[in-house]
């Protein structure tokens, strides 16, 4: 059974920095890529970051520059590091794996950026 669990989500005030975690299990986490969105109230649930199976990454232009997205493969996580938040960053945060059979979403985790 497929399972993402993320966490690290919270409350900061702009140019804090927060790292989310997305815990993984019933696939094989190193041979597929994983991604994170996010989605506002109200709006569209859009591709922060993704990072391939070898590592390979890539960023939504809104994030580039403060956001890293990173796997570590030993423990079935892929993490995603934002530093100098803004307040257009509040959202509740998804983790997306792309199975072959199937995409797969975790609860989500908010995060809220005042100003």
């Known amino acids: 059974q497929v399972q993402l669990v993320e966490s690290g989500g919270g409350s900061v005030q702009a140019g804090g920095s927060l790292r989310l975690s997305c815990a993984a299990s019933?696939?094989?986490?190193?041979?597929?890529?994983m991604g994170w969105y996010r989605q506002a109230p109200g709006k569209s649930r859009d591709l922060v970051a993704r990072?391939?199976?070898?590592?390979?990454?890539s960023y939504a232009d809104s994030v580039k520059g403060r956001f890293t997205i990173s796997r570590d493969n030993a423990k079935n996580t892929v993490f995603l590091q934002m530093n100098s938040l803004k307040p257009e960053d509040t959202a509740v945060y998804f983790c997306?794996?792309?199975?072959?059979?199937?995409?797969?979403w975790g609860q989500g985790t908010q995060v809220t950026v005042s100003s």
């Open positions: 997306r794996a792309e199975i072959p059979y199937g995409n797969y």
């Open positions: 019933g696939f094989r986490f190193s041979s597929v890529y």
């Open positions: 990072i391939s199976s070898g590592g390979s990454t």
